[in-house]
């Protein structure tokens, strides 16, 4: 977990015997809603960082994650993207039991 989308990955590179950039990662946005008693439905968000990182059988990686000035760009293809339907959901309240309602 990441508390903010402005982090990039280096791995390290046992030829060189030093930690290179990578461009073979993806940050994952995810957004949640709180769940205690001051602030139910507050939303706030977390980021997950997934890194493709090829290893051998029983050997072992190593990777550095640092923090930049420049938040990560998502990228979305669009060629995979469905047509706008018309279709939304929503979160239109919340009960005692602090279960979401939605709306479709």
């Not at 706030?44 to 923090?67: H, R």
Request: aromatic letters at 14%.
């Amino acid at each position: 977990m990441l508390p903010g989308n402005n982090y990039k990955p280096q791995i390290w590179d046992k030829g060189q015997s030093k930690f290179v950039d990578t461009r073979e990662y993806d940050i994952l946005e995810q957004t949640h809603f709180k769940n205690n008693l001051q602030n139910v439905g507050e939303p706030f968000t977390d980021y997950m960082m997934f890194i493709d990182y090829d290893l051998e059988p029983n050997e072992a990686g190593y990777v550095k994650i640092t923090q930049t000035d420049k938040p990560y760009e998502f990228e979305v293809d669009k060629g995979e993207m469905p047509h706008n339907t018309g279709t939304s959901l929503e979160i239109v309240g919340f009960t005692e039991n602090n279960e979401a309602l939605f709306k479709f």
